[in-house]
């Protein structure tokens, strides 16, 4: 099983095959990036780039602000709020 920084499973993503290999492989610029203006995913860049971590599992600030802004526009609030409490869980239990 492969989790990106912010906790998704690569191996589960319905986009996984667009991303080419996942976050790691893709340095956090994943297809859909420059869609928002960004070069690089801004929980990618504040885990890896910034603070070094391999993901936000070994962050104290878990889940931080970055979470909760960065949303899939699909997603209802609802959604949104479950997915964040089901990765950062599973960046814990890591």
């Not at 949104?80 to 869980?89: A, F, G, V």
Request: hydrophobic share 30%.
């Amino acid at each position: 099983m492969s989790f990106s920084p912010c906790g998704i499973n690569c191996g589960e993503c319905p986009f996984e095959e667009q991303c080419g290999g996942g976050c790691f492989a893709i340095e956090g610029k994943p297809f859909y990036i420059k869609d928002f203006g960004l070069e690089t995913c801004l929980i990618y860049d504040c885990a890896v780039n910034q603070k070094g971590l391999k993901h936000c599992g070994g962050c104290t600030e878990l889940p931080c602000q970055i979470w909760y802004d960065w949303r899939d526009p699909d997603m209802s609030e609802e959604a949104h709020l479950q997915s964040i409490k089901d990765r950062s869980e599973a960046l814990k239990a890591l």
